[in-house]
Protein backbone atom coordinates (compact mmCIF):
# COMPACT_ATOMS: atom_id res chain seq x y z
CA UNK A 1 0.00 0.00 0.00
CA UNK A 2 0.91 3.93 -0.86
CA UNK A 3 0.25 6.61 1.01
CA UNK A 4 0.27 9.96 -0.63
CA UNK A 5 2.40 12.82 0.25
CA UNK A 6 1.04 16.06 -0.24
CA UNK A 7 2.51 18.75 -1.91
CA UNK A 8 4.60 20.80 0.37
CA UNK A 9 5.74 18.11 1.77
CA UNK A 10 7.03 16.45 -1.23
CA UNK A 11 10.86 17.22 -0.45
CA UNK A 12 10.94 15.36 1.95
CA UNK A 13 10.67 12.66 0.03
CA UNK A 14 14.31 13.22 -0.94
CA UNK A 15 16.86 12.87 1.79
CA UNK A 16 19.63 14.89 1.78
CA UNK A 17 22.88 14.82 -0.10
CA UNK A 18 25.56 14.46 1.60
CA UNK A 19 26.40 16.84 4.28
CA UNK A 20 28.63 19.57 3.59
CA UNK A 21 30.79 21.96 5.48
CA UNK A 22 31.19 25.34 3.79
CA UNK A 23 33.70 27.81 5.12
CA UNK A 24 33.24 31.66 4.37
CA UNK A 25 34.82 34.78 6.05
CA UNK A 26 33.30 37.76 6.35
CA UNK A 27 35.13 41.16 5.29
CA UNK A 28 36.79 42.00 8.05
CA UNK A 29 38.17 38.16 7.99
CA UNK A 30 36.19 36.22 10.64
CA UNK A 31 35.70 33.05 9.59
CA UNK A 32 32.54 31.12 9.74
CA UNK A 33 31.56 27.43 8.85
CA UNK A 34 28.19 25.88 8.79
CA UNK A 35 26.54 22.63 7.20
CA UNK A 36 24.45 22.57 4.63
CA UNK A 37 22.63 19.56 3.03
CA UNK A 38 20.18 20.99 -0.04
CA UNK A 39 22.53 21.45 -2.43
CA UNK A 40 23.27 20.26 -6.20
CA UNK A 41 26.47 20.56 -8.51
CA UNK A 42 26.41 20.91 -12.27
CA UNK A 43 29.35 21.46 -13.55
CA UNK A 44 31.29 24.33 -13.79
CA UNK A 45 28.79 25.25 -10.46
CA UNK A 46 27.62 23.75 -7.35
CA UNK A 47 24.36 25.47 -6.05
CA UNK A 48 23.60 25.71 -2.87
CA UNK A 49 20.14 26.59 -0.47
CA UNK A 50 21.23 28.91 1.95
CA UNK A 51 18.65 30.37 4.16
CA UNK A 52 19.14 34.41 4.08
CA UNK A 53 19.58 34.92 7.73
CA UNK A 54 22.48 32.21 8.36
CA UNK A 55 26.02 33.98 8.42
CA UNK A 56 27.17 32.09 5.45
CA UNK A 57 25.03 33.89 2.84
CA UNK A 58 26.00 37.36 4.33
CA UNK A 59 29.34 36.37 4.23
CA UNK A 60 28.98 35.27 0.81
CA UNK A 61 27.34 38.51 -0.09
CA UNK A 62 30.07 40.38 1.48
CA UNK A 63 33.19 38.65 -0.19
CA UNK A 64 31.44 36.70 -2.96
CA UNK A 65 33.84 33.80 -1.88
CA UNK A 66 33.21 29.78 -0.45
CA UNK A 67 35.02 26.85 0.41
CA UNK A 68 33.34 23.55 0.17
CA UNK A 69 34.32 20.97 2.99
CA UNK A 70 33.37 17.11 2.59
CA UNK A 71 33.49 15.18 5.97
CA UNK A 72 34.51 11.74 6.26
CA UNK A 73 31.77 9.63 8.46
CA UNK A 74 34.98 10.03 11.26
CA UNK A 75 33.90 13.29 11.46
CA UNK A 76 30.40 13.29 12.52
CA UNK A 77 30.60 14.77 15.92
CA UNK A 78 31.58 18.10 13.95
CA UNK A 79 28.97 18.55 12.03
CA UNK A 80 26.70 18.81 15.03
CA UNK A 81 28.67 21.99 15.48
CA UNK A 82 28.50 23.25 12.38
CA UNK A 83 25.12 22.64 12.29
CA UNK A 84 24.26 24.79 15.28
CA UNK A 85 23.58 28.72 15.67
CA UNK A 86 26.52 30.68 17.13
CA UNK A 87 26.24 34.65 17.40
CA UNK A 88 28.33 36.79 14.57
CA UNK A 89 32.17 35.98 14.62
CA UNK A 90 32.56 32.81 16.50
CA UNK A 91 35.00 30.54 14.32
CA UNK A 92 32.78 27.12 14.60
CA UNK A 93 36.03 25.08 12.86
CA UNK A 94 38.18 26.15 16.36
CA UNK A 95 34.95 25.14 18.09
CA UNK A 96 34.84 21.80 16.54
CA UNK A 97 38.39 21.68 17.73
CA UNK A 98 39.56 21.30 13.82
CA UNK A 99 42.50 23.13 11.92
CA UNK A 100 41.93 25.73 9.39
CA UNK A 101 44.08 25.26 6.18
CA UNK A 102 45.04 27.91 3.53
CA UNK A 103 43.51 27.72 0.83
CA UNK A 104 45.12 28.22 -2.78
CA UNK A 105 42.27 30.75 -4.80
CA UNK A 106 40.00 32.20 -1.83
CA UNK A 107 40.35 33.80 1.47
CA UNK A 108 37.98 31.27 3.58
CA UNK A 109 40.40 28.67 4.63
CA UNK A 110 39.95 24.85 3.95
CA UNK A 111 39.12 22.00 6.83
CA UNK A 112 42.46 20.36 7.19
CA UNK A 113 40.98 17.29 8.76
CA UNK A 114 37.70 16.94 6.48
CA UNK A 115 38.68 14.42 3.09
CA UNK A 116 37.66 17.07 0.36
CA UNK A 117 37.33 20.66 -0.82
CA UNK A 118 36.53 22.93 -3.71
CA UNK A 119 36.98 26.73 -3.46
CA UNK A 120 34.43 28.38 -5.34
CA UNK A 121 33.29 32.06 -6.29
CA UNK A 122 29.69 33.46 -6.01
CA UNK A 123 28.00 33.54 -9.60
CA UNK A 124 24.48 34.23 -9.18
CA UNK A 125 21.16 33.40 -6.77
CA UNK A 126 17.79 32.79 -6.87
CA UNK A 127 15.11 33.28 -3.98
CA UNK A 128 13.43 29.78 -3.82
CA UNK A 129 11.09 30.13 -0.63
CA UNK A 130 12.19 30.79 2.28
CA UNK A 131 16.00 30.40 0.79
CA UNK A 132 18.45 31.77 -1.39
CA UNK A 133 19.71 29.41 -3.90
CA UNK A 134 23.74 30.36 -4.43
CA UNK A 135 25.58 29.70 -7.00
CA UNK A 136 29.03 29.63 -7.16
CA UNK A 137 31.51 28.62 -10.07
CA UNK A 138 33.57 25.65 -8.89
CA UNK A 139 37.80 27.26 -9.14
CA UNK A 140 39.78 24.35 -7.54
CA UNK A 141 39.72 21.38 -5.41
CA UNK A 142 41.78 19.11 -3.56
CA UNK A 143 41.39 15.95 -1.36
CA UNK A 144 43.55 13.23 0.40
CA UNK A 145 45.94 11.52 -1.45
CA UNK A 146 44.64 7.80 -2.57
CA UNK A 147 41.12 9.07 -2.46
CA UNK A 148 40.66 9.46 -6.37
CA UNK A 149 39.59 6.32 -8.50
CA UNK A 150 41.44 5.62 -12.14
CA UNK A 151 39.27 7.95 -13.32
CA UNK A 152 39.45 10.93 -10.91
CA UNK A 153 36.38 10.71 -8.96
CA UNK A 154 36.21 10.91 -5.38
CA UNK A 155 36.11 7.40 -4.19
CA UNK A 156 33.29 6.96 -1.38
CA UNK A 157 34.01 3.43 0.22
CA UNK A 158 37.84 4.42 0.52
CA UNK A 159 36.94 8.03 1.78
CA UNK A 160 35.00 5.59 4.88
CA UNK A 161 31.93 6.47 2.70
CA UNK A 162 30.43 10.61 3.24
CA UNK A 163 27.83 11.43 5.46
CA UNK A 164 24.04 11.22 4.91
C1 LIG B 1 22.78 18.09 8.45
C2 LIG B 1 22.44 19.55 8.31
C3 LIG B 1 22.07 20.05 7.07
C4 LIG B 1 21.75 21.42 6.91
N1 LIG B 1 21.40 21.89 5.68
C5 LIG B 1 21.09 23.21 5.52
C6 LIG B 1 20.78 23.72 4.22
O1 LIG B 1 20.81 23.01 3.20
N2 LIG B 1 20.48 25.04 4.11
C7 LIG B 1 20.47 25.88 5.19
O2 LIG B 1 20.18 27.08 5.02
N3 LIG B 1 20.78 25.42 6.45
C8 LIG B 1 21.09 24.12 6.63
N4 LIG B 1 21.42 23.62 7.87
C9 LIG B 1 21.39 24.53 9.03
C10 LIG B 1 22.68 25.35 9.19
O3 LIG B 1 23.83 24.53 9.16
C11 LIG B 1 22.65 26.06 10.56
O4 LIG B 1 21.48 26.85 10.68
C12 LIG B 1 23.89 26.89 10.83
O5 LIG B 1 23.85 27.32 12.18
C13 LIG B 1 24.02 28.12 9.95
O6 LIG B 1 25.21 28.78 10.34
P1 LIG B 1 25.66 30.22 9.90
O7 LIG B 1 24.63 31.22 10.40
O8 LIG B 1 26.97 30.38 10.58
O9 LIG B 1 25.76 30.23 8.40
C14 LIG B 1 21.77 22.29 8.04
C15 LIG B 1 22.15 21.77 9.30
C16 LIG B 1 22.49 20.42 9.44
C17 LIG B 1 22.89 19.89 10.79
Not at 87 to 92: D, S
Not at 98 to 119: D, G
Amino acid sequence: MKIEVPKDKCGKLLTSEPVIVITTVDKKGNVNGAAFGSYVRVAPLIMVAIFSGHHTYSNIKETEEFVVNLPGRDQIDSIMVFGKSYPKGVNEIQEAGLTELKSTIVRPPKIEEYKAHIECRFKWEKEVGSHMLVAGEMLIGSCDEGLLDEEGYFDVVKAEGKLN
